[in-house]
């Protein structure tokens, strides 16, 4: 599909009030043929810019209401002249006024977009806190949702889905488990609030992306049509302008999610062992600051491993005893996973119960069967 | 079987299987979880490029207090690498720490096949050959890679 027709069908997919925003790509194009023929009649020749024989830099200036472009030619040697060549031609001006006009409207948008979602978010993050609170049943079910929300990635630039399908994936999978009808009257407002603000983020996101691509195309089309190179002098200049666009639309979308509503329930991998990849209970920090559970430093300690697992910082782990006991994370522990806690300590005992036994028989205690040691 | 298997274990397999890194498959024995068949694909502008080299992988029961143990079942031209496929690589022995993974394991062999250090050979002649003329240790390593290692 060619991208003036997939501007025009993405779109439609998206809000009317913002399609006066989107980047003007069919007449930016038109504008780059008339350019062409500008160029013609002052003497340019796009095919001699194209092969690098006359050397230039491009000079933008912001003037008000208008952007203009100045081509500035460098001395021909051979013929000696010793300054440069100023040349400012009327469409070239006119195009990336036009461009430069439709990117202050989008930052303009974009601030408006984010303040409401900001102020929005603040208010569920709120009410949030105290719904999925410790105190309350919904925190499993919560954190089960956020879960999920991080599984489906919406947010993820790397993945070949678009933000879109992952979130229907989402909502099939919300539907499917029924989370909502599990969540307490209270709760499931909140639900609906945040199922309604990802949907619109989503959004946010994919007109952000439309635009950055529509940009990226028509400058690469006025590059490689008129020679001039002016893309790279242009990036610069709407870099020192300071409009606030977004590089990264799905980072920004994904942070204000985690930092306002998926981090108010705190996720066992946030505290999780690495060596055993289980949640660290009970948790001990080390002095290089590297959380581990107990279990896991008996071990390395029985093996004589004295460095820190994760940073190498030298005897963290012979150094470490029963007073390196985070007690801060440990009543965070308590408080936000009893259920991890309580399966992880069945665990251990388990563990500690083959050990007493091949211990005191001399046999290992297999899978399935005993093998002598 | 799997009911013993330590739940680090479950989990990195996990992520393998469904997050796996470009270049790099590896996947559990049927009749032994601990038991992994890998495959890395010798990486773009090495010597190795085009070709596939079979790996094994084990982890032992002090796994992951102590390394996996990994092998080449391909035979490769690489001075770190010996006849029998053992490879010289420090995270494989002293500089192992239980915080690494399967992952961060085989990311280290590619790196190992698009970085050939001579200076800590385990297989010497390969290595004298790569100091000596590197640009002929060069062609060798092509040539076993389309002998050895095409699929
Ligand atoms: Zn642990
Ligand atoms: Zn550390």
Redesign the interface.
């Known amino acids: 599909m060619k991208f003036g027709k997939e501007l025009n069908a993405t779109l439609c997919s998206l809000p009317s009030e913002w399609h006066s925003y989107t980047i003007q790509y069919k007449q930016l194009k038109k504008l780059i043929t008339q350019l062409v023929l500008e160029m013609r009649d002052v003497g340019l020749s796009p095919e001699e810019l194209r092969e690098g024989k006359i050397s230039k830099r491009i000079v933008f200036e912001n003037q008000g209401q208008n952007v203009i472009s100045t081509v500035c030619i460098a001395p021909n040697e051979s013929e000696g002249v010793d300054s440069e060549k100023l040349l400012q031609m009327r469409t070239d001006s006119a195009f990336f006024s036009a461009l430069f006009d439709t990117l202050s409207g989008l930052s303009n948008l974009e601030k408006d977009n984010r303040k409401a979602l900001t102020d929005t978010l603040e208010v569920l993050s709120d009410r949030l806190l105290k719904a999925a609170s410790p105190r309350e049943k919904d925190m499993y079910i919560w954190r089960n949702i956020f879960g999920l929300y991080h599984e489906a990635s919406v947010f993820n630039i790397t993945s070949d889905k678009n933000s879109r399908d992952r979130l229907d994936w989402f909502n099939g999978q919300m539907r499917e488990r029924k989370f909502r009808d599990k969540l307490h009257h209270n709760s499931r407002d909140i639900f609906d609030e945040f199922i309604l603000i990802l949907t619109q983020l989503v959004s946010v996101v994919q007109f952000q992306r439309l635009n950055q691509k529509a940009m990226r195309k028509i400058l690469k089309k006025h590059d490689k049509r008129t020679g001039l190179g002016e893309s790279t002098y242009f990036s610069k200049f709407i870099a020192r302008e300071e409009l606030s666009l977004s590089a990264d639309p799905c980072t920004t979308a994904s942070q204000m999610i985690a930092l306002r509503v998926t981090r108010v329930v705190p996720q066992p991998e946030d505290y999780s062992c690495?060596?055993?990849?289980?949640i660290a209970w009970k948790p001990i920090r080390l002095s290089c600051s590297h959380l581990f559970c107990l279990p896991?430093l008996i071990?390395?300690q029985d093996?004589e491993?004295w460095?820190c697992?994760?940073c190498?910082c030298a005897d963290s782990v012979k150094k470490a005893n029963g007073g390196n006991i985070d007690r801060g994370v440990q009543k965070l522990m308590q408080l936000y996973f009893p259920k991890e806690i309580q399966k992880k300590a069945i665990?251990r005992s388990k563990e500690l119960a083959i050990r007493d036994y091949e211990a005191l028989t001399g046999y290992a205690v297999?899978?399935?069967k005993c093998v002598l040691m | 079987?799997a009911?013993?298997l330590?739940?680090?274990i479950i989990?990195?397999t996990q992520r393998l299987v469904s997050e796996p890194d470009p270049g790099i498959s590896a996947t559990p024995s049927d009749d032994n979880l601990r038991y992994f068949n890998v495959m890395i694909a010798g990486p773009t502008g090495s010597p190795f490029e085009g070709g596939v080299f079979k790996l094994e992988l084990f982890l032992t029961e002090?796994y992951?207090?102590a390394p996996p143990k990994v092998r080449f079942l391909t035979r490769i031209y690489h001075p770190n690498i010996d006849r029998l496929g053992r490879i010289c690589l420090d995270i494989l022995k002293e500089k192992w720490?239980?915080?690494?993974q399967i992952r961060t394991v085989l990311l280290s062999i590619q790196g190992l096949l698009s970085a050939p250090n001579p200076d800590d050979p385990l297989a010497n002649d390969v290595a004298d050959h790569w100091k000596k003329d590197e640009a002929g240790a060069i062609t060798t390593a092509k040539a076993w890679t389309n002998k050895f290692a095409m699929v």
């Open positions: 690495p060596v055993c990849m289980d896991c071990k390395a093996q491993k460095d697992p994760v190498r665990e297999s899978n399935d | 079987m009911a013993n330590p739940r680090r989990k990195e002090e992951p207090m720490s239980p915080a690494l």
